[in-house]
Every structure is written in structure tokens, then in C-alpha cells.
T-cell receptor
């Protein structure tokens, strides 16, 4: 296993469902991130975790709930999502979160809300 | 004004052409400059990473930073159909005091290299 792995790759869910996205990094990094990528928009940072502690939450609605049980795993729990939440959700990791270090991305989960 | 501006394209070039991709930015605090390549149905892949002004070369790719003009470029020599992808610029600045560093992306330029 190399790099950053995200599962599932595709997810279709109704507005009342609850589902979770999973991310695992094999780079020995200490920081992990969730981003939202929508068409024709820059990547939107959602959450930042440093050594399992959430250090940033960019005004994300509470229907998105992150969890970081250890420095290698990151989850995004989803419930009662809206159609505008349909997007590509990307996980990234970097050596640390406080000082600059390049971020490495997984291939994302393509989420569609019916 | 957006912090980072990037032409979305698409940019179509013939195989073998030299490609120039650019971003402008407004925040003079940015110190680190990255280029990512994103193929369809894939995540962004870190391509080039530079600190401050100057040039950096890696094979057919050259990254150029002009901090005085707040302008960064990625040049691709001898472009190939396999270079067809979306190229995202990103830039970063350490935050003074507490908090994480700031990492901002452009919207991406879609490149098509025609065989």
C-alpha cells in the first residue's frame, strides 16, 4: 500500500441516509485533511487534524462530522446531506500542519446526493 | 479579489508543443508554491514544489516563481497526450503565532494535448 487511500470511490445516498468516508495514509505523516472539490471551484478545506487533534474547522455544516482515531486514519461521517453536497471529497496528508509541508492527496470519493 | 487566479481553460495544444500554465496571486505572504496534476477520476498529484522566487526544473517540467509580480508559471516541454489533465496551482504561507499554515488552490487549468 502506498500514499493515501480513500474508500469508497463512489457513493450515492439519499438525503436521510447516514454514511462514512474513510481515508488511510501510509506516508508516516502527522497531519490529515478533508477537502471538498466542486466543478469550477477551488478546493475547499473542510477540516484539519494534527496528531489526531482537530485544529481547524472551516465553518463546515454539522451534517459533516470528522473523526481521526489515529494519525493514519481519518473518517468523514455524513448525515442528512443536501443536494449541494454532491462533490468529490478528497483526503490529504502532510508531514505536519503547523509549518508548511506539501500535501499528498488520495483519489477521492465521488459523492452524489439524491 | 480572489487570492489566487487561474485561467480554467481548456487549453488545447498539438503534441510536442511547449505549454505555459500560469497563476497570479494577491497575498505577498505566500512563500511556497506548488503545482498539482489531476487526471480525470483521480486525486491531485504533487508535480512541482518551490520555495520563494526562482526556477526549478524536473525533466520536461519547469516551475517559475516571480514574487515581485506575484506570478507563477509551469512550463511543459515536448508535451505528450499523457500530459492531458487539469493542472492546479497552490500556494502556502506559514501563519504567525498559533494555527495551521495557509494552503490556497487555484481553480485549475484543463490541458488537452492533441496527438
Amino acid at each position: 500500500e502506498t500514499g493515501v487511500t480513500q474508500t469508497p470511490r463512489h457513493l450515492v445516498m439519499g438525503m436521510t441516509n447516514k454514511k462514512s468516508l474513510k481515508c488511510e495514509q501510509h506516508l508516516g505523516h502527522n497531519a490529515m485533511y478533508w477537502y471538498k472539490q466542486s466543478a469550477k471551484k477551488p478546493l475547499e478545506l473542510m477540516f484539519v487534524y494534527s496528531l489526531e487533534e482537530r485544529v481547524e474547522n472551516n465553518s463546515v455544516p454539522s451534517r459533516f462530522s470528522p473523526e481521526c482515531p489515529n494519525s493514519s486514519h481519518l473518517f468523514l461521517h455524513l448525515h442528512t446531506l443536501q443536494p449541494e453536497d454532491s462533490a468529490l471529497y478528497l483526503c490529504a496528508s502532510s508531514q505536519e500542519a503547523v509549518r508548511h509541508s506539501p500535501q499528498h492527496f488520495g483519489d477521492g470519493t465521488r459523492l452524489s446526493i439524491l | 479579489q480572489k487570492e489566487v487566479e487561474q485561467d480554467p481553460g481548456p487549453l488545447s495544444v498539438p503534441e510536442g508543443a511547449i505549454v505555459s500554465l500560469n497563476c497570479t496571486y494577491s497575498n505577498s505572504a505566500f512563500q511556497y508554491f506548488m503545482w498539482y496534476r489531476q487526471y480525470s477520476r483521480k486525486g491531485p498529484e504533487l508535480l512541482m514544489y518551490t520555495y520563494s522566487s526562482g526556477n526549478k526544473e524536473d525533466g520536461r517540467f519547469t516551475a517559475q516563481v516571480d514574487k515581485s509580480s506575484k506570478y507563477i508559471s509551469l512550463f511543459i516541454r515536448d508535451s505528450q497526450p499523457s500530459d492531458s489533465a487539469t493542472y492546479l496551482c497552490a500556494m502556502s504561507a506559514d501563519r504567525r503565532g498559533s494555527g495551521t499554515y495557509k494552503y490556497i488552490f487555484g481553480t485549475g487549468t484543463r490541458l488537452k494535448v492533441l496527438a
